[in-house]
């Protein structure tokens, strides 16, 4: 916009005269704006919250689980609310209009969400995400409305974001940068403050640990950021996967670490993402791939519904730290998250064949965690 003038009135001085002011221009795009913070407020409301599941495991007495389903948001994960920030966060900062193209790195649920929300306001987007990424996510990106634009390796999909993003002229949503700062980690909007607020009823209210993992690090860093803000003393515990960067980022110290990136869809980089806070992570955890979804197949079991491998690493890394608040004597609940639904990677982690050629044997690790919660001990196989 250019800068106001105002001309000056002859005969009066140097002063505007009057009479002679210009019109005020008008708020470019602001209507629309103002419909489109309408349209996402809208899909919060109707979403209401999460459910908080409790089952029951015999063999972890004095040990309260708690599962937070994030798999029945409207696009069928814990991405719906990260995809609500970001668009939120664009509108916000004018970089988001009624016309603009929108581009995203993805590997497959933040980009299904990232849709659903492009399609709701009637605007085009388009999904860089790895060759790899199940068939099921890009159906659903492409039932959206969403473009999917293939790369042959995970690291590639931000330079080719960008660079589409800059020929149509449009806005790189760009969730590994904007993850931790689009989301209101102070806010009652958040899934921390969701949490605290659904375990007020319970027997131990205060969860001795959250355990997360990561892929933007944006939720880790919301769970860090907000224990910290209301003083609460639950510890968080991130759990990280076979070829991420993350673990190896916190437990030196460099933020240039690198990896060739994970097979558990939606977690773990090859690369040390803006989002991710190691100062707000009071322990991670690397959890085996065959583990992840040996432990995927287990509380898909006890659920009696398919959870997906971002989940199992989650509940693996769950019963890790169970076993080493039995083994110190000590009792509490925990608090972990239900990313997404299984029935995403029918092809993949529950596949044998798919298995077979990643050359992953599940079986101990899946006998492992049976006898660790019916029992105790251990989750590890012998």
């Known amino acids: 916009m250019p800068p106001l003038s105002f001309p000056a009135d002859p005969g009066a001085g140097s002063g505007p005269g009057p009479g002679l002011l210009p019109a005020l221009p008008e708020c470019r795009d602001r209507a629309w704006a103002r419909q489109a913070v309408a349209v996402l407020s809208g899909d919060s409301h109707r979403s209401a919250d999460t459910h908080l599941l409790k089952p029951i495991f015999p063999g972890l007495p004095g040990i309260s689980v708690y599962l937070k389903d994030e798999s029945t948001h409207p696009t069928g994960s814990l991405k719906h609310r990260l995809a609500r920030s970001l668009f939120l966060y664009g509108i916000c900062n004018g970089r988001i209009r009624r016309d603009t193209v929108l581009v995203e790195a993805s590997s497959g649920s933040t980009a299904v969400s990232e849709a659903y929300f492009a399609r709701l306001l009637g605007l085009r987007f388009i999904a860089v995400m790895a060759r790899s990424t199940s068939p099921s996510k890009i159906e659903a990106i492409t039932s959206f409305g969403g473009e999917c634009s293939f790369v042959e390796h995970t690291g590639e999909v931000y330079e080719v974001a960008a660079r589409l ?3 149509h002229g449009g806005y790189y949503l760009d969730q590994f940068t904007h993850a931790e700062r689009a989301t209101d980690w102070r806010g ?12 007020e009823g319970e027997e131990a209210p205060v969860p001795e640990w959250i355990v997360t993992s990561a ?3 944006g939720t880790a860093a919301t769970l860090g950021r907000y224990i910290r803000y209301r003083g609460f003393r639950t510890r968080l515990c991130v759990a990280d996967v076979e070829g991420s960067a993350f673990y190896d980022a916190w437990a030196t ?3 240039d670490t690198e990896a060739p990136g994970s097979r558990i869809e939606g977690i773990g980089r090859p690369r040390v993402e803006p989002s991710f806070i190691p100062s707000v992570i009071d322990h991670m955890i690397r959890v085996p791939d065959a583990a992840s979804i040996a432990a995927a197949h287990v509380l898909s079991d006890r659920l009696f519904r398919r959870v997906g491998g971002s989940t199992g690493t989650n509940f693996f890394a769950l019963c890790c730290v169970a076993a080493a608040m039995m083994g110190e004597g000590q009792g509490g609940s925990l608090v972990t998250l239900i990313c997404d639904s299984g029935d995403r990677y029918a092809d ?3 596949n044998p064949a798919w298995l077979a050629r990643e050359d992953i044997d599940i079986a101990p690790w899946r006998r492992a965690l049976e006898r660790f919660l019916d029992h105790g001990g251990t989750p590890f196989p012998d």
């Open 165 to 167: 993003a800059a020929q």
């Open 188 to 199: 009652n909007n958040n899934i921390a403050d969701s949490i605290f607020r659904q375990m």
């Open 215 to 217: 892929g933007t690090g």
């Open 253 to 255: 110290g460099r933020d």
């Open 348 to 350: 993949s982690y529950y």
